[in-house]
């Protein structure tokens, strides 16, 4: 790929969220989120950490936008806290919290980067989630009239726009499996949730859309490629159901107006579902979700190897014993990103797409000369845009990349002990600190492509 040339529109840019970087969690009106909630029982989060302060981001955002303009990037991926402006979860918005995200956007803009706001990276209000969460039809008219505060504040200066970040992990994680808030373990009303998630993403779209006509919505879904531990039929059977699960029960909906059968049928043997009409499925709602995307977000990080596991059904296994591993315990596996892109444009059609997260958590060694050297993040960063620019090459209508993620960050469960940034922070003092792959980052922007890679 020496003469390898990205779109000449192609953006290039770093992604945050709200709850992981801001802060501030009870400043200036901003209401309690799941997420403070969760965060504050013992054992749910790795090292105890709260997000209550975190990067600092909601005092130090001036300083974080000169750190974007010297990145050079062209977008920034970032989402306004649903707990900020809607601190009760409905009647008016807390114009302070809008305050703060109008001052953003206006340095965005004049430092030319486009902002790219995500509306839900997972910090629903606390009051919300007592009336019921995700799993309450509710939610959706509630996430709509969220939207509508934020566009009609912003609308006139944001183009692009993600309604959820990873609906998937809001669902499953967060509803069945009990590892991220609210911290359910119930798989019925994962479902519901889920379905929740796609029907609100439909109606915060048009309330988008009727606001800011020229608005970009999408959605940013998580994608791993599955592949099977053995050729055996039961793993290959259970790589089929893993891609159902995870994959298509997002994107067909989303994409195709229906839930996938065979996946209705699996919820079914799980005893997840009484039949494959589930009855929150209501009439038109599948037309809703399918409203007509600008584009797709596409976050990755690793494949998923797959075995059948009790009843067949699919477990993530170890790839092979001396895979690379990140510090999430997560293969890296650039080839996955060039598979995950070229198989969304083949299935679902020329649909624009952007990587909206990709990145590394690795242990870095304390700064030395004002510098913290993290030559694997590079390794892992270089290999995967490689990889990126390889399904262009192929024909996949890429738009843009994002790192995961500008600062190192509340990593959720993890709290402070997984470290993805491009700068660190120090959490006692909020100080940042660029790493090597800051450097290398802004050279590769500035190149407008990585040089020397792979052939195609
Ligand atoms: O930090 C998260 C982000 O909030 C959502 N996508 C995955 C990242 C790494 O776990």
Not at 68 to 96: D, I, Q
Not at 166 to 177: M, Q, R, Y
Not at 235 to 240: P, T
Not at 295 to 310: E, H
């Amino acid at each position: 790929m020496a003469n390898f040339h990205l779109p000449k529109d192609f953006i290039w840019g770093v992604a945050t969220s709200a709850q992981q970087i801001e802060g501030a969690a009870d400043r200036d009106g901003r209401g309690e989120s799941i997420w403070d909630r969760f965060a504050a029982v013992p054992g749910n989060v790795e090292d105890g950490s709260r997000p209550d302060a975190t990067c600092r981001h909601y005092d130090l955002w001036h300083e974080d936008v000169q750190r974007l303009r010297w990145l050079g990037v062209g977008g920034y991926r970032f989402s306004t806290s649903w707990s900020r402006v809607m601190p009760t979860g409905s009647g008016a918005p807390n114009v302070t919290g809008l305050d703060f995200y109008d001052r953003l956007v206006d340095a965005l803009r004049a430092a030319d980067i486009e902002p790219f706001l995500t509306l839900n990276h997972w910090d629903m209000p606390q009051a919300l989630q007592e009336r019921g969460g995700w799993p309450s039809r509710d939610t959706c008219a509630a996430f709509a009239q969220y939207a509508a505060a934020v566009c009609e504040r912003l609308g006139d200066r944001v183009r692009y726009w993600v309604t959820h970040n990873e609906p998937w992990c809001v669902a499953t994680l967060g509803h069945a499996e009990g590892v991220h808030a609210p911290g359910l373990r119930d798989p019925r009303a994962a479902l519901q949730a889920g379905h929740h998630l796609l029907l609100s993403h439909g109606l915060a779209t048009e309330a988008i859309r009727s606001r800011a006509p020229d608005a970009q919505v999408g959605i940013v879904t998580i994608v791993s490629p599955a592949h099977p531990a053995s050729t055996s039929e039961a793993d290959r059977d259970a790589v089929q159901q893993f891609d159902g699960l995870f994959h298509r029960w997002y994107l067909d909906p989303l994409l195709r107006g229906r839930y996938p059968e065979d996946a209705l049928r699996d919820h079914v043997r799980r005893g997840h579902l009484e039949s494959v009409d589930p009855p929150f499925v209501r009439s038109g709602d599948l037309d809703r979700i399918r409203v007509p995307l600008d584009y797709l977000g596409v976050n990755y990080y690793s494949r998923t190897v797959v075995a059948a596991g009790p009843e067949g059904h699919p477990r993530a296994v170890r790839a092979a014993p001396r895979e690379e591993l990140t510090e999430m315990g997560w293969e890296v596996y650039p080839p996955g990103l060039t598979e995950a892109l070229e198989r969304i444009t083949c299935d679902y059609g020329d649909l624009p797409l952007y990587i909206t997260e990709n990145g590394a958590a690795f242990v870095d060694p304390a700064a030395s000369a004002g510098r913290i050297s993290d030559p694997r993040r590079v390794a892992y960063l270089r290999e995967h845009l490689i990889a990126a620019q390889r399904a262009i090459a192929r024909g996949v209508p890429l738009r843009g990349y994002f790192a995961w993620s500008l600062l190192d960050n509340f990593e959720w469960s993890h709290g402070f002990t997984k470290r993805f940034g491009l700068f660190g922070v120090d959490f006692a003092t909020g100080e940042r600190i660029p790493k090597e792959s800051a450097d290398w980052y802004r050279d590769t922007v500035a190149a407008g492509a990585v040089v020397n890679g792979a052939e195609t």
